[in-house]
T-cell receptor, first 115, second 112 residues
């Protein structure tokens, strides 16, 4: 079956602009996670959804970052007033249920470059 | 807070050599521990996991044992192959399993 997909695969934007990154999880997966991976680093947790609600958004770095999952499937990560420091690969993962018993399946990521 | 410290790379080995990648963790409660692998051009994949102390995770010839006394989860393989060339990430999840913490990754290159 289809895995987690993310669009776009690459996004180049100018400093100060607004961007949206999309994640399509595996069908039927209730839990969805966003991570940010900077060069040479491991993925850093941003936010986690259980269904439509953000169950834990403690990893969002500041209020310029926001994510939604209105119908409990597709999720969009939104970044306002982008800064050069936001440049990274943004990863999405989904799992059948939340919790450490369930494997997270990762998408290929969106590489965001802020110029 | 919870964290993972992983052996820095890159690591270069000859085919059939023994592999160890060290990973230690800091956590409260009872975390689960994971190794993820990222092959060139692909996304992260779960390699193995262990959910409680003394558990051994294994897959594709790789093994790691959850050692609570040394707070470690070292990855080992007895005989590496060229196809094992990838970046390996150690990770832990908090007790609730809602947040995952990753190490910085170790790049492995296996030469024939």
């Amino acid at each position: 079956g289809a895995g987690v997909s993310q669009t776009p695969s690459n996004k180049v934007t100018e400093k100060g602009k607004y961007v949206e990154l999309r994640c399509d999880p595996i069908s039927g997966h209730t839990a969805l996670y966003w991570y940010r991976q900077s060069l040479g680093q491991g993925p850093e947790f941003l936010i986690y959804f259980q269904g439509t609600g953000a169950a834990d958004d403690s990893g969002l770095p500041n209020d310029r970052f926001f994510a939604v999952r209105p119908e409990g499937s597709v999720s969009t990560l939104k970044i306002q007033r982008t800064e050069r420091g936001d440049s990274a690969v943004y990863l999405c993962a989904s799992s059948l249920q939340p919790g450490r018993e369930y494997e997270q399946y990762f998408g290929p990521g969106t590489r965001l470059t802020v110029t | 807070g919870d964290s993972v410290t992983q052996m820095e790379g890159p690591v270069t080995l000859s085919e059939e050599a023994f592999l160890t990648i060290n990973c230690t963790y800091t956590a409260t409660g009872y975390p689960s521990l994971f190794w993820y692998v990222q092959y060139p051009g692909e996304g992260l994949q779960l390699l193995l996991k262990a959910t409680k102390a003394d558990d051994k995770g294994s897959n594709k010839g790789f093994e790691a044992t959850y050692r609570k006394e040394t707070t470690s989860f070292h990855l080992e393989k007895g005989s590496v192959q060229v196809s094992d060339s990838a970046v390996y990430f150690c990770a832990l999840s908090d007790s609730a399993g809602n947040q995952f913490y990753f190490g910085t990754g170790t790049s492995l290159t296996v030469i024939p």
